[in-house]
């Protein structure tokens, strides 16, 4: 077992050794290497908010987010009906987390999750401007999500989304490629633009890779509209 240390307040969490090694380079180098956190098995993260690393550890053992059929308790990690942005906001702040502690298969599904979220059926939910704000600062200016929010708001966005309390929050590198981009969107029109897609920001290697990731989402999709009938 590994005891992680969490946040200011020092929450503990005790979490399987073989499981967080396996999912993570950075803990599997922290916790098998040359290092005192790996003689004690113990790491701090006293920047990580104790209740994305308890969203974190349910997505260890369960490899997958909390839904309806969990406890009320497991689903308040994740989602409030009374805050829309709320689970955009939370995800927002697992993809950061294992995009620093390198969780990859973690950080594709937050990705997948986010897509999935501000595209759903009801229509497209944008981010609260402050949680964009609040990715923009901790993650490298090509990450895929910033790419993704991007497109999300030339594409759907309104004048309704610039409210000047949350503009402020913005970085201004940011809000120079976010109206670069509404420019070429603006010349090109919209019906030159392509909605946006998923595999737009998963970076395959080859068009064989993005069509069986597309046919795996795609037979994903099948499986659990069959599963709702």
Wanted: proline share 6%; glycine share 4%; with cysteine.
């Amino acid at each position: 077992m590994a005891e992680i240390v969490v946040g200011p307040k020092a929450k503990h969490f005790t979490v399987q050794l073989n499981r967080i090694v396996y999912y993570s380079p950075f803990f599997l180098a922290a916790l098998t290497g040359p290092f005192k956190e790996a003689k004690d098995k113990v790491v701090t993260l006293p920047d990580t908010e104790a209740k994305v690393f308890e969203l974190f550890v349910y997505w260890l053992y369960h490899q997958r987010f909390p839904t309806q059929g969990d406890s009320p308790q497991l689903l308040a990690l994740y989602h409030r009906d009374d805050y829309p942005y709320f689970q955009s906001a939370r995800l927002m702040k697992l993809y950061v987390f294992s995009d620093k502690y390198n969780v990859p298969k973690l950080k594709r599904q937050c990705l997948d999750a986010l897509f999935e979220h501000l595209g759903d059926a009801s229509g497209y939910q944008l981010p609260d401007l402050n949680d964009v704000a609040y990715a923009v600062k901790n993650l490298n200016d090509q990450d895929p999500l910033l790419r993704m929010i991007i497109d999300g708001f030339c594409y759907h966005g309104n004048s309704e989304c610039w409210e000047t309390s949350q503009i402020q929050n913005l970085p201004l590198p940011f809000i120079a490629k976010l109206m670069k981009h509404m420019s070429e969107f603006r010349d090109g029109g919209l019906e030159d633009m392509r909605e946006p897609e998923l595999c737009h920001y998963h970076g395959h290697a080859t068009r064989e890779e993005r069509q069986i990731c597309e046919n795996r989402r795609e037979r994903e999709e099948q499986a659990k509209e069959m599963m709702e009938d």
